[in-house]
């Protein structure tokens, strides 16, 4: 069996970071250790394993360790060799004990593998026993829970769907999803997306505070509370599935503790400051699962380092993950923009957060259409036979991560998530159509016309 540099490094630091000892070496220490570890690939790159347990890559043009998927290739990753530490130890990204605990969860979306029941009729539970509360006492707050909802819905209703789509990796839901199904009549309009996929946006924190500060701003605190009780149960039930569980494991440890302690939160109320009270209830070992929160920019360097994962199967094709990731987040921009003079000045805030390599294959990928990585790009809603995922697990997986990256982009950019989903989680789509777990819509698998088709921007938009 070939040795892989790679994963005895990767195996040798977990070692090290699990020791109870790790967390009491001063800062100082645990650079020098870690300055022993990193590796060196036949093309010069410097590797590391450190940081929320994850890969980082050497970047000799700014100084700097940036968050990167490994090489997949056999022959590199057993070339792999380790290098002297340097006179000088420039920061590392470390290990702090705590992120090697946290656990990702899983990456696939809700098309193919439908919720399971036993969820889906627990969160009916909660919703049946709350939806009769009186409206006067249970208001929805102002902002955008009015586009969202009815005129008669109550704020416990809207608690439960925060907190369901809060906790979800990526929200894209089957079109017959009956989690999402159950919420039809309190809805204001159509979910986007058709009828095999809901392409949902992303909901943030500051609409499950919303709904607690109003009620305890009104001087209801009972009713604040039991909306905070609410949404702990709806995340203790949906913690079963792993596309849910790291999320909500965070809801629970930020919200939970108000119920044994109702005056927790009176000063932040006081001075608005409740989101950053929930926040710093986070545990070190799931601040991973509030990154979309606290860091829009590194949650879009680890949604990217989970689509290069999802893509893995490729590697046996000759295909590395990390070029085609890049050049599906390429075609992504390039579908959602068309043209747009946003275009620029989205794609510029991205490259700030990229590794070199992955940096320069967007621009290619981006600026030269006739660059081989365009061969990975879907055309006319199908993806390309060397990215056709090879069963239902790897297509919902890679569905689902293509979906938390573009939503991960527009948060970064302040871009709009488009209402048909994007290029590449589009493109998967498809190759679920007849794996789903429920019936098909009306009219069969034909009766409904290809994935939709993404405009591309002109040739020279992004030179």
Do not use: K
């Not at 056999?74 to 290098?83: E, I, Q």
């Not at 605190?221 to 149960?233: F, I, P, S």
């Not at 039930?237 to 440890?253: G, I, M, N, S, Y």
């Amino acid at each position: 069996m070939r040795w892989d540099g790679f994963t005895a490094m990767e195996r040798d630091v977990r070692a090290l970071v699990g020791d109870p000892r790790w967390i009491t070496l001063p800062p100082v220490t645990r650079a020098q250790v870690m300055a022993q570890r990193i590796l060196e690939t036949p093309d010069g790159s410097r590797w590391l394993f450190g940081a929320h347990a994850r890969w980082h890559r050497f970047g000799p043009a700014d100084g700097r360790w940036h968050l990167s998927a490994p090489p997949s290739h056999a022959g590199v990753r057993s070339a792999a060799r380790l290098v002297p530490p340097p006179p000088a130890i420039t920061p590392l990204p470390l290990p702090a004990g705590p992120d090697f605990a946290y656990e990702r969860g899983s990456t696939q979306g809700f098309v193919g593998p439908d919720v399971p029941e036993g969820i889906t009729e627990g969160v009916r539970a909660l919703l049946q026993a709350h939806r009769g509360l009186r409206r006067d006492e249970f208001p929805l707050p102002p902002g955008g829970f009015h586009e969202t909802f009815a005129r008669d819905v109550t704020s416990p209703v809207a608690a439960v769907w925060c907190t369901v789509m809060w906790c979800a990796y990526a929200p894209a839901f089957d079109g017959n999803e009956v989690l999402l199904s159950m919420f039809g009549e309190f809805l204001a309009r159509p979910l986007p997306g058709d009828d095999w996929v809901r392409w949902l946006p992303p909901t943030s924190l500051d609409a499950l505070i919303a709904l607690y500060s109003d009620r305890m701003g009104a001087g209801a605190a009972q009713a604040g509370l039991r909306l905070v009780r609410l949404m702990t149960d709806t995340a203790a039930v949906l913690r079963a599935d792993t596309r849910f569980r790291p999320r909500a494991e965070a809801l629970l440890a930020m919200a939970g503790p108000i119920l044994a302690q109702p005056w927790l939160d009176h000063h932040a109320l006081a001075a608005g400051a409740v989101r950053q009270a929930w926040l710093s209830r986070c545990p070190p070992h799931l601040i991973g699962a509030t990154l979309t929160e606290t860091s829009p920019g590194e949650h879009f360097r680890h949604s990217l380092y989970d689509l290069v994962e999802s893509l893995s199967f490729t590697a046996v094709r000759g295909v590395d993950p990390r070029a085609a990731a890049a050049a599906l987040l390429a075609a992504d921009l390039d579908g959602r923009f068309s043209g747009s003079p946003a275009a620029a000045d989205a794609v510029n805030l991205l490259y700030a957060w990229l590794d070199e390599e992955s940096r320069h294959q967007l621009y290619v990928a981006l600026s030269d259409p006739s660059h081989p990585l365009r061969g990975f790009w879907p055309s006319r809603g199908a993806l390309p036979p060397a990215l056709v995922p090879p069963d239902r697990r790897a297509a919902s997986a890679l569905l689902g991560a293509a979906y938390a990256t573009g939503l991960a982009w527009c948060r970064l950019t302040g871009t709009a998530p488009p209402a048909n989903g994007f290029a590449a989680s589009s493109a998967v789509v498809p190759f679920l159509i007849h794996q789903r777990d429920d019936p098909f819509p009306a009219g069969g698998p034909d009766s409904v016309g290809s994935p939709h088709d993404h405009g591309r921007l002109p040739d020279g938009a992004w030179q």
